[in-house]
């Protein structure tokens, strides 16, 4: 299957910035698909080709649908980045990678629904791979049904540098309260930056739009369209399906989707707390809990089209299929 996909290459150094309860604990999160939003139909704005509702009613009707964002370094091939599935683990013994199944015998339940637990072929001394990371090919692998190496952690494209600021209430030199930040720093190397698979593009909106800016400071990033082969978004013909998050998924009871008449197990990454930083306000969003991309939810017959209960319309909830079963 060819699929078109949009490279966003950084010019200089980027900031996000994610507002944070008073604490020191836990680092800012990658952009998400929101940011990227709101930086492309900025450019439409300036260019006084869309208002502001005008934008609010094209995002909403999805009249520019992308999946993403994916780290991606392009040299004589392209290489993109996913985050590991997390029904994937690591045996310390046998030196194995081992895919998790259904086991119909653990029985356990989430908010009033009855799921199945998640089974190794070994249960002894199993952790997370040790890549937070793997390539598209390595992904596709999977697809396919095979299984990938435990191998050392990727070098990631970019350096990054973490600061910690506080937010002072205005005309005073006071803290606002709850107002710490932490705001890191990405320097990318040449030819590398985030990706997105473009799954529409109706009104040829990224046509006219060269350049985006990103980040607090607003640095300059490149567009790109290229195209490329692959079978990850290719569906699989099967009873028991597995579904792997690709964009993190909002779900109002914590990791339930509201659509879960045919979800039978859950193996889900840990909760993160992300935002985004709202154009309209010149301030950080209110935050708000997702499952992180790479979490695993398995189905019996059909998936739900998008894995979330918000958000959709921003990416949120994308994923790709595999077989289930051991």
Not at 160 to 182: A, D, F, H, N, P
Request: proline share 4%.
């Amino acid at each position: 299957m060819k699929k078109r996909l949009l490279l966003v290459k950084p010019l200089d150094w980027l900031a996000f910035r994610t507002s944070r309860t008073f604490s020191s604990s836990g680092d800012t999160q990658f952009p998400n698909t929101k940011t990227f939003y709101g930086a492309i139909y900025a450019e439409l704005y300036r260019k006084n080709i869309l208002t502001p509702k005008e934008i609010k009613d094209k995002i909403k009707m999805k009249k520019l649908d992308l999946t993403g964002p994916f780290l991606f370094e392009k040299n004589d091939e392209i290489k993109i980045l996913f985050r590991t599935p997390s029904i994937l683990k690591y045996n310390e013994d046998t030196k194995e990678t081992l895919m998790g199944y259904i086991d119909e015998k653990i029985k356990y339940e989430v908010d009033g629904k009855e799921l199945n637990g998640i089974r190794y072929k070994s249960m002894k001394n199993i952790k997370e791979l040790e890549n937070y990371y793997i390539t598209l090919k390595e992904l596709e692998k999977i697809k396919n049904g095979e299984l990938i190496e435990n191998k050392k952690p990727i070098e990631l494209p970019y350096r990054i540098e973490r600061k910690v600021g506080i937010e002072l209430e205005t005309g005073k030199r006071k803290t606002k309260k709850g107002m710490l930040y932490s705001l890191s720093y990405y320097r990318f190397k040449e030819n590398s930056g985030f990706c997105f698979f473009i799954e529409n593009d109706e009104e040829e909106i990224l046509k006219d739009i060269k350049t985006i800016h990103l980040g607090t400071k607003g640095k300059i990033a490149e567009l790109e369209i290229i195209e490329i082969e692959t079978n990850l978004f290719n569906k699989v013909e099967t009873t028991q399906k597995m579904a792997i998050l690709l964009t993190p998924a909002y779900f109002e009871k914590g990791v339930m989707p509201k659509e879960n008449k045919n979800l039978i197990g859950i193996s889900n990454y840990k909760p993160e707390t992300i935002g985004y930083w709202d154009r309209e306000t010149n301030k950080p969003s209110e935050l708000f809990k997702v499952v992180p991309s790479g979490s695993t939810y398995i189905f019996k017959e059909e998936i739900p089209k998008y894995l979330t209960d918000d958000y959709d319309h921003y990416g949120f909830g994308k994923y790709i299929e595999i077989k289930g079963g051991n």
